[in-house]
């Protein structure tokens, strides 16, 4: 197969990401939404080639007939009117009036929230203190006071309805661009010679075009309900005129003797509104750019884990933490995403064991799948086991796993800032982690953060407890993280990437400081990093993971000596060496594979320099090269 008949063969394929309808009928209610809505709005667009009576057309000797009569399909009003007919066309004026009505409020509300949110100062206390003065009055007055000015009249409140919706729509949006204004994409923009008309338009508006999207989509169904009330006083639609609002209030009189005549019109107005209001949630859902790599679903507390992989630990187990053969995958829509692919390694008690590989090779991955921490939906752990101290973690109850999660297996986040709750003191939170966990008073547990916080070198420890995340540096979040990993006496520490936004100064710091409280509370350590550097510092033993898989394993010190896998030997002449004669960096060429479209034979193959075709042909399996060293390779041996 050619490479132009492979790529067409690719185009061709079905993306497995849900679009926007997919997302949006996820959603069931908002589904049940869209097919009713769907419908109201096609019978009403195809009414005036229905054989109906005229509208307006009136026969007392037909007044007030009941439901299913004799060519009056839901009975006639007081005026012998066909009530069919007149429910049909004044939808057709509700609907029409409430998505006007929400045009000009979300057009007028956006302008106004746009100019407010970026030029703030003078512009946004003018403005909004406009929009503030029109908030004052109880919206309905205010649009009771505005037909009263304009009079009555199906234009008039239409205006009435629009102008006090204007600042729901201009508080939304000046509160998504004030967020906006200073953000690093506008300076680029500013910086690039853009004036603030087509910054608004290009920069500013695209990012809030969603938020705008979706308040209408909430909105028209308000603005059709508020129509129909004026209408209801008889300060809208008038006569022959009719919309439901209007057909409601001339039914009110009847409800006794003919509560047909209002009650329909009531049940068709609760059924449009509903409707509206129930894909409008769905819109919300199916625009979040959050949502659109999952399914709108709960997140669950755990991964989901497949019926094969809960097996009981099989055999002796290797070490303090087994992991065999496990296998990690996304699946979005009908992709699946081979994220993790079948690594087998062990750690040994006080041990520290080193994962290294590119962004994306597989690392956070696996180990959040030990402790069951991926999103489900979408990843779920198709197979393989972790076992510790001979239990299948995969296997055991969501309270065994409460108990082992943050007690016994502990997990420092790469990044603390996102990971501390930034609504609790420092201090809260570590007293938190530990009363999870063992009976302590507050007292005690307080006295017991402010131990472990000196311990990891944090200054005016005491003091220190008391204050939020945000009021720490970089380097001191990520102490506060590994003391609170540290709180339960953790029997493994996996740490995920945790010096990786920090300086060099700082990163020594953090390293120095895990090893020594590591080798003082005999934990082992499972320690993430795409840096060899980091990895001669503290790790006793390496992984070497390239798309899902191990490449390499062995000692530190032997693998870097003498690395057995084309990708380590890259990886490591890729680590800037001041004694390197060369002046240029070394780079691996290429991209890894898509793990949605893995190659049969070894991974790295494209990229590599030594490949022949038979790394192409087949899987190729780790092998043993010593009693501590393994590599995926078929030259690994001569390398040796």
């Not at 508006?205 to 006083?233: D, H, K, Q, R």
């Not at 992989?309 to 053969?325: M, W």
């Not at 710091?509 to 990895?535: C, P, W, Y």
């Not at 057995?564 to 890259?570: L, N």
Request: aromatic residues 6%.
């Amino acid at each position: 197969m050619t490479t132009a008949t492979a790529n067409a063969t690719q185009l061709k394929k079905r993306s497995g990401r849900a679009g926007p309808l997919a997302l949006l009928l996820r959603n069931h209610l908002a589904g049940f939404g869209l097919v009713v809505l769907g419908l109201v709005v096609l019978t009403v667009l195809v009414t005036p080639w229905l054989p109906l009576p005229d509208p307006n057309a009136t026969a007392l000797s037909d007044r007030l007939l009941p439901v299913f009569s004799d060519g009056h399909f839901l009975g006639t009003d007081q005026l012998g009117r066909d009530l069919l007919s007149r429910i049909l066309w004044g939808t057709r004026v509700s609907l029409a009036v409430g998505i006007t009505a929400t045009l000009v409020a979300a057009t007028f509300g956006s302008v106004i929230g746009l100019l407010a949110g970026y030029f703030a100062g003078r512009v946004d206390g003018v403005l909004m203190r406009g929009i503030d003065m029109l908030m004052a009055f109880p919206y309905i007055l205010l649009a009771l006071a505005i037909v009263a000015v304009l009079g009555p009249g199906l234009l008039n409140a239409l205006y009435a309805i629009a102008i006090v919706n204007i600042p729901f729509f201009a508080r939304n949006v000046r509160g998504v661009v004030v967020t906006l204004r200073n953000r690093e994409f506008v300076d680029a923009a500013r910086l690039s010679g853009k004036g603030n008309t087509l910054i608004l338009l290009t920069e500013v508006l695209p990012n809030v075009l969603p938020v705008i999207v979706i308040t209408m989509s909430t909105t028209v169904g308000w603005m059709i309900l508020e129509t129909a009330g004026l209408s209801f006083l008889g300060l809208g639609a008038q006569p022959p005129q009719a919309d439901l609002g209007s057909i409601l209030g001339e039914g009110r009189r009847l409800i006794i003797n003919a509560p047909h005549v209002a009650t329909i019109p009531g049940l068709v107005i609760f059924v449009l509104v509903m409707s509206i209001n129930l894909l409008g949630d769905g819109v919300r859902d199916a625009l979040d750019p959050r949502l659109k790599a999952g399914a709108l679903l709960r997140p669950a507390a755990r991964t989901q884990v497949a019926n094969e992989a809960k097996t009981a630990a099989r055999g002796e187990q290797r070490g303090l933490l087994e992991v065999k053969d496990l296998h990690t995958e996304f699946r979005i829509g009908q992709d699946i995403h081979r994220a993790v692919n079948g690594p087998t390694f062990h750690i040994e008690p006080g041990e520290c064991l080193g994962i290294i590989g590119e962004s994306g090779s597989g690392k956070s991955v696996t180990a959040m799948s030990l402790l069951g921490l991926v999103a489900s939906p979408p990843g779920v752990i198709a197979s393989g086991q972790v076992n510790y101290r001979n239990e299948n973690i995969l296997g055991v109850s969501d309270d065994r796993l409460r108990h082992l999660r943050g007690g016994e297996l502990a997990y420092i986040f790469q990044d603390p800032l996102s990971t501390l709750h930034p609504l609790f003191t420092v201090g809260d939170q570590l007293v938190e982690a530990m009363r999870a966990h063992h009976p302590y008073s507050y007292r005690e547990a307080w006295d017991k953060a402010v131990t472990l916080l000196e311990n990891v070198r944090i200054p005016n420890a005491r003091e220190r407890a008391k204050v939020y995340p945000h009021q720490l540096s970089g380097g001191m979040r990520q102490r506060v993280s590994i003391a609170m990993a540290l709180a339960n006496e953790p029997q493994l520490l996996i740490a995920d990437e945790p010096t990786t936004a920090l300086d060099v100064t700082v990163q020594a710091q953090i390293l120095k400081l895990l090893n020594q409280l590591r080798r003082e509370q005999d934990a082992s350590l499972m320690f993430i990093t795409h840096d060899f550097g980091v990895v001669a510092d503290i790790c006793d033993r390496v992984a070497v993971m390239y798309a899902g898989e191990l490449v390499e394993v062995g000692p530190v010190a032997e693998v870097l000596a003498n690395p057995a896998h084309p990708y380590t030997q890259r990886l490591i002449a890729c680590v800037p060496d001041v004694n390197r004669k060369q002046g240029n960096l070394t780079e691996i060429p290429g991209l890894p594979p898509k793990v949605s479209d893995l190659p049969v034979g070894c991974k790295f193959a494209d990229r590599c320099d030594r490949a022949v075709e038979r790394c192409r042909q087949a899987p190729i399996d780790l092998e043993p090269l010593t009693d501590q060293r393994q590599a995926r390779c078929i030259f690994a041996r001569e390398v040796l």
